[in-house]
């Protein structure tokens, strides 16, 4: 059933009225969506609305509720994501999974090894925030994560989290299983999970983390690539979270 945001001003009664012209060129142009089809439709509130399409017009879609509730599309606690961008498209694997996998928010970091200049990132950021967009659509996402304006690490760390995971391909000091059976993460603690760049972190960065102290978590012997990195991690810690 296709999935699109809207604004909960747009709800009256038993009627949903669709007039933004994105959604409304989305359904009535490219999906060619008739009336009687279904569509689901998420507010800001986070409820979900199932509904039918009840009038097709040349400005707006009526679609008639037939049933409204919380959506649950989400992980209660929050999952945070500090990456150094890659040049190529796996950057935009990378968006697209984390997305799917239920980041709040992406930090893109720019690091000494990163492949992607401050620059060059800044104006990456609409194209990210778009399949970030899109990405929550695809699976039924309650929130859209935000994409933030690229910077380094220290202003990242500046910000409060309740846990910080620093993954190192070859560090030695403590796998992510053992990490999180010692650190088990709780409801609605913040989450920030960094992934460095594919020739990975500087000797500098590493004295940095451990000047703060943090963890330097391996995924295993296998060396992965950035984005193999970012999926794996996620989704073993949502895993290791759900046991």
Not at 202 to 209: G, H, R
Request: a positive charge; charged letters at 30%; hydrophobic letters at 35%.
């Amino acid at each position: 059933m296709p999935h699109f945001f809207i604004n909960s001003k747009n709800v009256e009664k038993n009627c949903v009225t669709i007039s933004d012209l994105e959604n409304y060129r989305h359904i009535a142009k490219s999906l060619r969506a008739r009336i009687g089809e279904k569509l689901l439709l998420i507010d800001e509130t986070q409820i979900q609305y199932e509904t039918i399409i009840s009038k097709i017009d040349s400005e707006k879609i009526v679609c008639h509720i037939e049933k409204k509730y919380p959506s649950n599309r989400d992980l209660d606690f929050d999952l945070y994501l500090a990456q150094s961008p890659l040049r190529s498209d796996s950057q935009l694997t990378i968006v697209e999974k984390a997305t799917e996998l239920g980041i709040r928010s992406i930090y893109p970091i720019i690091t000494d090894n990163c492949a992607v200049s401050l620059d060059n990132a800044l104006k990456k950021v609409p194209k990210w925030q778009r399949i970030m967009y899109e990405a929550s659509k695809q699976c039924e996402r309650a929130k859209i994560p935000e994409c933030y304006e690229p910077s380094y690490l220290d202003k990242v760390l500046s910000n409060k989290f309740d846990k910080i995971l620093v993954l190192a391909e070859r560090s030695t000091e403590i796998s992510l299983k053992e990490y999180l059976y010692k650190n088990p993460i709780t409801k609605g603690e913040k989450v920030l999970v960094i992934v460095g760049p594919e020739g990975g972190f500087s000797q500098k960065e590493f004295d940095f983390f451990k000047s703060k102290n943090l963890p330097l978590i391996t995924l295993g012997n296998l060396i992965l690539k950035a984005e193999t990195a970012v999926i794996t991690a996620l989704g073993n810690i949502i895993y290791e979270y759900k046991r």
